[in-house]
């Protein structure tokens, strides 16, 4: 697409090389988003990126229940592989400080821009129905995240 608000890098490439790399989620250890919540004036100037925090979870939630990934599998390369990397502990313990989310993975909804908490209020993925949603979110044992509603 000759649309700006595509201008990522690396770039968006084609279904076959999309599928590639699909069918090979299994040799990668993290996934991650880039998340580069841009505005239009930004994207207008050429900044590259767009939002990703608001949409990793449910795309591969989706590839959950397609069967690509296993929910312990896609765990692993979102949370587990990334707190070890880092050298974090990402263990519930009593008297520590949790750091957790929690996922309603029966939830259906629709992407939505204009819903998103972030900078960025448009992304490729709008419209797209995804099952599985962030719920509650815990950091350093403090709620900031309860029944959707971001508590900053």
Avoid at 108 to 117: A, P, T
């Amino acid at each position: 697409s000759n649309d700006i608000r595509f201008n990522v890098r690396p770039p968006l490439r084609d279904e076959r090389e999309r599928m590639k790399l699909v069918r090979n989620l299994n040799a990668i250890d993290v996934i991650a988003s880039d998340h580069a919540p841009h505005s239009e004036k930004e994207k207008e100037n050429g900044a590259n990126g767009f939002s990703g925090i608001e949409t990793m979870l449910p795309l591969m939630l989706n590839l959950v229940s397609k069967g690509v990934l296993t929910l312990q599998q896609l765990i692993e390369k979102i949370c587990i592989n990334p707190a070890k990397i880092f050298g974090m502990n990402n263990e519930i313990e009593v008297s520590k400080l949790a750091n957790l989310t929690i996922i309603d993975l029966k939830k259906e909804w629709k992407i939505k821009g204009d819903n998103f908490y972030s900078k960025s209020k448009w992304t490729p993925f709008e419209g797209w129905n995804v099952k599985g949603k962030v719920s509650h979110v815990v950091v350093n044992g403090r709620l900031v995240m309860e029944d959707e509603v971001l508590n900053l």
